[in-house]
């Protein structure tokens, strides 16, 4: 199964499947809709880790992400808290 991304009235519906490969397009839909935009989970089924770490950065550019399931929320709260906890690389010069 696919992704399939449904524009309902300042909503995107989707469905389906969201992975690596979609959330180009999943992107230029946000941008399409302008803001404020919510993301309805109700149908989708199966992700990704990159899938999940996009949701997350959704969430913390101020758009929601509604009607997902448990796993969905709980892997998302799970891999912020990861990404919290993970040091952070300091950029040095070479040489």
Do not use: Y
Not at 23 to 46: F, M, T, Y
């Amino acid at each position: 199964m696919t992704l399939r991304i449904e524009p309902v009235q300042g909503r995107l519906r989707l469905s389906g499947e969201l992975r690596c490969e979609h959330l180009d397009q999943l992107k230029a839909e946000i941008e399409r809709c302008g803001s404020p935009v919510v993301l309805d989970l109700e149908e989708l089924s199966l992700l990704d880790i990159e899938a999940i770490r996009f949701l997350n950065e959704c969430e913390a550019k101020g758009i929601s992400v509604q009607q997902c399931s448990p796993f969905i929320r709980t892997w998302m709260s799970r891999d912020r808290k990861l990404t919290a906890a993970r040091p952070h690389k300091k950029k040095g010069r070479a040489g």
